[in-house]
């Protein structure tokens, strides 16, 4: 029976692989991201003679966002084989999806950092100012701290996004178990072991939304 | 020494321009605690946040210790804040941190060492009177223990500037008290000038030495407590007084007094420091040889002294000339209501 499964092994390590990779990267731009955005944005926390150019800067990254967040995956993913061929050397394999999935997910975390970071006490954000903190301080001790569960829950929507998505990764033969359940179901006919792929995938969300939930309460202090 | 000169702040809303702060000039002297008093909207919280710029003048200068803070750099303002501390009316803690971690968050600011920063905070958690609290989380405090935390964490890089944002506006009246003794033990102590806003004339005559009333932007009185307090100029003073008087408002007690007594006259008498120790009304009573009957007294204790007020009613057929000579004469306000 357990001989069985084995022909999920490979699938699994390619569903985590073009999870957990794209995450960690989306993770960091799109915190970067989010960050520009929310800084820019009309709360005082730069102080810059130039209102005009921060302006610009702040309506530029929220088009860019916008803009990247409404392209279904699968034009994105059609899109970027040109860059993914300069970045990865190949437009077809389970690397060859990282850079359209990391794409498709950076975007929507950094619009979720926005969120965070506009829940963010205002009077925080002021007091701290009056205490003496700069940018990076405000950004770094007070913005990040004090929006952590949000950013942690985010983190987990971000990665069960990338769990459907690596599914459409199939098609530049990415593999994964959405790609394993979709093959065994419609063009194999094997019902049993499309139900068995699809079962792993919704325990592998299940996972990351229970980690989620937990860390996120465990650094709520409020 | 902090000074304002011709201080003006607008803001511009789509159709309209907001006039905050108007035309503002005050002298704020060391060691003192100032009050700002005025109705929400008459422009002192900008005022307030424009002495540590959270807020930029349009227009005048803002010099304190001989620096105009308006011609400051961005990072010299930071600098310059490191010296201007604050407290607000919503404690404004940072909740992911402890009670301890909270006092230490400017010292971090400022690049201090963590062991040393650590011991510091921990000596002004003790200053507040929270040694017991040090490692737990804001959210289990009361608001008169988030309030202590706020002034530890503004006190604890040596501040020569207290500036307090309605500081005591959450609290019930018993932590109120509390809070204000400990920002007057404060004041003693490190010889720390305190400006604070406030719209309760309570707490401005409790702990201020002086203070400027404002109103649409302006100021409109500034004088000692004391000598607002006895002698009022501007309608907006008087009617913030006389709710810390009466604990109702004027125009609604003296209707009261008025109903109650609809003839003869009625006199609200008021004392200050220098005659409120002597038996002035009974001599006086006595001399004129007007019966007099007291409908309503109050007597407050200020930094500088005592304030009385009262209401006296006399009847109808009674002459009261003589008694308003014989009170001015004590240098006694007498108003007929």
Sequence with gaps: MLEELNYLIEPLYETLFLTFVPLILAVILGALIGTIIFISGDNGILDV???????????VFDALVNIFRSVPYLILLIWLLPITRFLVGSTIG????????????????????????????????????????????????????????????????????????????????????????????????????????????????????????VLSKYVDKR | MIELKNVCKTYHSKDQEIKAVENVSLTIKDHEIFGIVGYSGAGKSTLIRLINGLEKVDAGEIIIDGEDICKLSERNLRQKRQEIAMIFQHFNLLWSRTVLENIAFPLEI?????????????????????????????????????????????????????????????????????????????????????????????????????????????????????????????????????????????????KELKNKYPDGHLLRVTFDNENSEKPILFEVAKKVDVPINIVSANIKNTQAGALGVMYIHIEERQDIAMLLEELNKNDVVVEVV
């Design chain 2, 110 to 254: 400022a690049k201090v060492h963590k062991e040393e920063r650590l011991a510091k905070a921990r000596e002004m958690a003790i200053q507040v009177g929270l040694e017991d609290k040090l490692n737990v989380y804001p959210s289990s405090l009361s608001g008169g223990q988030k309030q202590r935390v706020a002034i530890a964490r503004a006190l604890v890089l040596n501040p020569k500037i207290l500036l307090c944002d309605e500081a005591t506006s959450a609290l019930d009246p018993k932590t109120t008290e509390d809070i204000l003794d400990l920002l007057k033990a404060i004041n003693r102590k490190y010889h720390l000038t305190i400006v604070m806003i406030t719209h309760q004339m309570e707490t401005v005559q409790k702990i201020c030495h002086r203070l400027a009333v404002m109103k649409e932007g302006k100021v409109v009185e500034s004088d000692t407590v004391d000598n607002i307090f006895t002698s009022p100029s501007h309608p907006v003073t008087k009617e913030l007084i006389q709710t810390v008087d009466t604990g109702v408002d004027v125009i609604k007690l003296a």
């Design chain 1, 49 to 59: 003679e130039e209102k005009s150019f921060l302006k610009t800067v702040h309506v």
């Design chain 1, 94 to 213: 389970t690397n060859a999806a990282v850079p359209s999935l990391t794409l498709s997910a950076t975007p929507f975390f950094a619009r979720m950092v926005v969120i965070a970071f506009t829940e963010v006490d205002k009077g925080t954000i002021e007091a701290s100012k009056a205490l003496g903190a700069g940018t990076l301080d405000i950004i770094f001790k007070v913005l990040i701290p004090e929006s952590l569960p949000a950013l942690i829950s985010s983190i987990a929507v971000t990665a069960i996004n990338l769990v459907s998505y690596s599914t459409m990764a199939g098609a530049i033969g990415a593999g994964g178990l959405g790609f394993e359940a979709y093959q065994y179901g419609l063009i194999r006919q094997d019902p049993p072991r499309m139900l068995m792929a699809t079962g792993i995938i919704i325990v592998i969300v299940f996972i990351i939304q229970i980690v989620g939930d």
